[in-house]
């Protein structure tokens, strides 16, 4: 099925270091996840972009955050 009549989602949990750290990770640019299922294997999400991220406090205050994301692809190898 072609990428467009679909779509896939997660969610993913980060702890940011700094303001800095939070402001590369949630960057309107479409990005790939690649995730270990353990050897050489993997799933690898691409295409993808944040759909839905709000942060519960100020910025500066933040520590951790859960983002949502949806990928148009995926490879599982």
């Not at 949990?13 to 640019?29: L, P």
């Not at 050489?40 to 709000?54: E, H, Q």
Request: with cysteine.
């Amino acid at each position: 099925m072609p990428a467009r009549h679909r779509s896939l989602s997660g969610e993913l949990t980060f702890e940011f270091e700094d303001k800095s750290e939070f402001e590369d990770v949630i960057a309107d640019s479409e990005f790939s996840l690649k995730f270990g299922l353990g050897g050489s294997n993997y799933a690898l999400f691409t295409y993808c972009k944040w759909d839905n991220i709000a942060a519960p406090t100020r910025v500066e205050d933040l520590v951790s955050l859960k983002a949502r994301f949806i990928a148009r692809d995926v490879v599982i190898s």
